[in-house]
């Protein structure tokens, strides 16, 4: 069950000023206030909104102070400006008056009053940060970067505005600076310790691939290649049925090499079928010929691939198998022209 809104009268210590506040923006002797204007404050005090990060500010709470209606607590945050009890009568004034100023809205006519904001305490002068050694520097240094934030000002005018002022630190890192710091000691050993199990991970898997390349069987040498008739090409797919005939031959076309993707299909393909045979398929099977991609040999190419790390997308190999299989022509036609001469 959520908890019951209310609002509660505060005396700003540092301005002398008093303001009806969410009684939730109270930690102890300090309230949040937001660096807002105008109406964007006027709905924060409303809605009971918060956010941490505010500026806060040392205030007193008056006695029997707190109202689950926020127009009650205005209305006696007014009277506060003469007590300091607000469960007094009016005749019972307390001597010194406390500030007020009016806010009002672009948007209507009413007029909202709020007590004075405290104005932000001056510059102070830069102090070294303890850091830990163990705390990356520029992490640390992020976490107290100089922050701009908009803070009250007593100055009203035709559009009520606040002044601006600079702060050299965030404002919750006084408070926090202690678990902040030890979070970051835990983030810091969780990434040393993904870094060696990365290195664990990798050296495993290189050792897997060397120990299938040594283990490797030799497909080819007991097969006629290039293939130059469907029927030839159909003796590689019956051989590779068998599923230790397949990663062999994966782990053979592995040792071709080839700088690209593009060198390696070409390399692959051309040791695979001859250009004659190439001209009967495309990858799909378009333009009324048969579809390479339904053969195990194209499989085999495009596992191949991504094993050696030629790339790292299945896609890329398929696409560059077609695009071989489309220029087969071409270069059938060139070899032809070139045995006439």
Not at 90 to 112: A, G, N, V
Not at 161 to 179: D, F, G, L, M, Y
Not at 293 to 310: D, G, N, P, R, Y
Not at 316 to 325: M, P, S
Request: overall charge positive; glycine content about 2%; hydrophobic content about 35%.
């Amino acid at each position: 069950m959520a908890d019951k809104e209310t609002w509660t009268v505060v005396k700003f210590l540092e301005e002398s000023s008093v303001a009806a506040v969410p009684t939730k923006w109270i930690f102890e002797d300090k309230c949040l206030w937001p660096p807002f204007i105008a109406e964007k404050l006027n709905s924060a005090i409303k809605n009971q909104k918060i956010e941490t990060c505010w500026p806060s500010h040392k205030v007193q709470v008056f006695r029997n102070s707190t109202f689950d209606s926020y127009e009650i607590a205005r209305a006696k945050a007014k009277k506060a400006e003469d007590t300091s009890d607000l469960s007094s009568t009016d005749t019972e004034k307390h001597k010194r008056k406390l500030k007020k100023r009016k806010i009002y809205s672009s948007e209507s006519e009413e007029e909202f009053e709020l007590s004075v904001l405290p104005n932000m305490p001056s510059l102070p002068k830069k102090q070294n940060i303890e850091i830990d050694d163990h705390i990356p520097t520029e992490i640390s240094a992020g976490l107290c970067s100089p922050k701009q934030n908009v803070t009250p000002s007593s100055t009203r005018s035709n559009n009520l505005i606040s002044k601006p002022s600079t702060s050299t630190r965030c404002n919750c890192c006084p408070h926090h600076a202690e678990v902040n710091n030890e979070i970051l000691r835990q983030l810091y050993f969780l990434k040393s310790v993904h870094i060696e199990l990365l290195k664990e991970v990798r050296n495993i898997k290189g050792n897997t691939e060397n120990e299938d390349l040594c283990n490797m069987v030799p497909v080819l040498s007991n097969l006629k290649v290039p293939c130059d008739t469907v029927e030839e090409l159909q003796q590689i797919e019956d051989v590779l049925k068998i599923s230790d005939n397949f990663k062999n031959m994966v782990n053979e076309l592995c040792k071709w090499g080839g700088s690209s993707i593009l060198d390696f299909v070409k390399r692959s393909m051309g040791t695979l079928i001859t250009n004659k045979l190439a001209t009967n398929y495309s990858w799909l099977g378009r333009r009324n010929k048969q579809a390479f991609c339904q053969f195990s040999i194209a499989a085999v190419i495009v596992e191949a691939a991504m094993k050696s790390q030629k790339c790292s997308d299945k896609k890329v190999a398929e696409q560059e198998i077609g695009r071989w299989l489309r220029r087969a022509g071409d270069r059938l036609k060139i070899f032809k022209e070139k045995e006439l001469d």
